[in-house]
T-cell receptor, first 108, second 110 residues
Framework: KNEVEQSPQNLTAQEGEFITINCSYSVGISALHWLQQHPGGGIVSLFMLSSGKKKHGRLIATINIQEKHSSLHITASHPRDSAVYICAVKSGNTPLVFGKGTRLSVIA | DVKVTQSSRYLVKRTGEKVFLECVQDMDHENMFWYRQDPGLGLRLIYFSYDVKMKEKGDIPEGYSVSREKKERFSLILESASTNQTSMYLC?????????FGSGTRLTVV
């Protein structure tokens, strides 16, 4: 079974800072997902990627298949970005395997 | 937009009660999942279903069962609720482009 590690577990940033959240996994995958969960809320899918880089607004996700590593970047962070960010990976027909999440707090 | 609707946001039940958590999706997805989320443990898969009347155990199926009589509805059943089943329960459905999650049901068993 794939092991998914996220770092850091908790992150506090000042508004405007550039933020990076990391995700590494142990076994080759077909896709990696980045998810966002606001306090008390459901989970929203941010990105699904299998190679390269994707960008949506201030969010950028990259993946290095050879190194089994992905990063989620947030540019010009804002207090509304405060949430838990979760990395999840898919291999073949097996269900998603989730990381434990990174709790981000952005302070004004 | 795909919608995954969970019937209750908050639920309080007594130990020993039979509990039904309902999940409905509106996009004809074949794959549906039930997870529980606990602090420090992340999301853990309870059961999933790849089609009507099909079900597969996830990582923590003990104490739970599921029902998928129609494609759009996937129900999670706690046969006899216990306090260690107090948790956030999340339903999801999957399409080629990714997953859609419900808003979650926070269940407290007293």
């Amino acid at each position: 079974k794939n092991e998914v590690e996220q770092s850091p577990q908790n992150l506090t940033a000042q508004e405007g800072e550039f933020i990076t959240i990391n995700c590494s996994y142990s076994v080759g995958i077909s896709a990696l997902h980045w998810l966002q969960q606001h306090p008390g809320g459901g989970i929203v899918s941010l990105f699904m990627l299998s190679s390269g880089k994707k960008k949506h607004g201030r969010l950028i996700a990259t993946i290095n298949i050879q190194e089994k590593h992905s990063s989620l970047h947030i540019t010009a962070s804002h207090p509304r970005d405060s949430a838990v960010y979760i990395c999840a990976v898919k291999s073949g027909n097996t269900p998603l395997v989730f990381g434990k999440g990174t709790r981000l707090s952005v302070i004004a | 937009d795909v919608k995954v609707t969970q019937s209750s946001r908050y639920l309080v039940k007594r130990t020993g009660e039979k509990v039904f958590l309902e999940c409905v999706q509106d996009m004809d997805h074949e794959n549906m999942f039930w997870y529980r989320q606990d602090p420090g443990l992340g999301l853990r898969l309870i059961y999933f279903s790849y089609d009507v009347k099909m079900k597969e155990k996830g990582d923590i199926p003990e104490g739970y069962s599921v029902s998928r009589e129609k494609k759009e509805r996937f129900s999670l059943i706690l046969e006899s609720a216990s306090t260690n089943q107090t948790s956030m329960y999340l339903c999801a459905s999957r399409a080629i482009y990714g997953y859609t999650f419900g808003s979650g049901t926070r269940l407290t068993v007293v």
